[in-house]
């Protein structure tokens, strides 16, 4: 009960800083800076970098254009440990798909993007087999106790039968003991054996869906070129949390500069109901 009168008391004075929140975390084009308020009790700072553009690709089979975070970080540009997203897209054609743009490209949100000279043929914007010119922006937290990916779980096993399958939902994970926040920001699924091959190179159907986590079931599956049989392999998830401290919630509004007062404010309602910062779930 004195848990959830703080809450009250602090959302309360920190009710003018809310009401700023969006419903999705969208760039502010004017500072980068926005909120994510998905309901739960501690918004999400969002930050997007502004573009980056630090390779252009010359012609010839063995170059491209490298906007990785190994080589922006080279170039003297901070990037986050652990960006939670981004965004890629040719300088002087912002708005088309590298579908529209008829080229190769990866885009990983672990890696950055990687476009290969070698990779290309001549398409309806680049009549010749070269990468066009990419920028990157990157979505980090700026604060990273308030976000945090789970370790790897696992807590189901497929059995043969077209009745089996593996379900590592929300729910069965909880029912293992393992807590999960009610309103996880991302998911990411693997198979255990295999955790660098996507779901469609392993030849398996499967849902890893960030409402409710991952289920495969052996019904939908066919003979492909890992299993032999119509059986899902093993697969595991980590979920991205938002961490619901009041403490972290004091440093998200020192960050929102809205003056230190607010800030001992908060802390002087912990103080006064006994609240230390909780554990993050392992």
Request: hydrophobic share 35%; with cysteine; charged share 20%.
């Amino acid at each position: 009960m004195v848990k959830v009168y703080f809450i009250q008391v602090f959302f309360e004075i920190g009710s003018y800083v809310l009401q700023e929140a969006q419903e999705s975390c969208d760039r502010d084009e004017t500072s980068g800076l926005s909120v994510l308020n998905r309901g739960a009790p501690c918004p999400e700072i969002c930050e997007w970098s502004p573009w980056i553009d630090v390779s252009r690709p010359l012609y010839g089979p063995d170059s491209g254009d490298y906007e990785t975070y190994e080589n922006i970080r080279a170039h003297g540009i901070e990037v986050c440990t652990n960006p939670l997203n981004i965004s890629c897209r040719a300088v002087k054609y912002p708005a088309l798909s590298f579908q529209e743009l008829g080229q190769k490209v990866k885009c990983d949100v672990s890696t950055g993007l990687v476009c290969e000279n070698r990779d290309q043929v001549p398409g309806p914007v680049m009549p010749d087999s070269v990468c066009l010119n990419y920028e990157v922006s990157i979505y980090c937290s700026p604060c990273p106790e308030i976000c945090e990916w789970s370790p790897w779980i696992d807590v189901s096993r497929p059995l043969y039968g077209p009745d089996s399958g593996d379900y590592e939902t929300y729910d069965n994970i909880r029912a293992h003991g393992i807590e999960v926040c009610t309103n996880p920001l991302n998911i990411s699924c693997r198979a255990v054996k295999y955790p660098a091959l996507s779901f469609q190179e392993l030849g398996q159907k499967v849902k890893c869906d960030v409402s409710i986590g991952l289920v495969c079931e052996n019904r939908d599956q066919v003979p492909g070129p890992v299993m032999p049989d119509s059986v899902c392999l093993n697969y595991e998830v980590t979920i991205l949390e938002e961490y619901s401290d009041p403490f972290v919630l004091k440093s998200v509004f020192e960050h929102l500069g809205k003056g230190p007062a607010l800030a001992v404010a908060v802390a002087a309602v912990a103080a006064e109901a006994g609240i230390r910062p909780e554990a993050r779930p392992r």
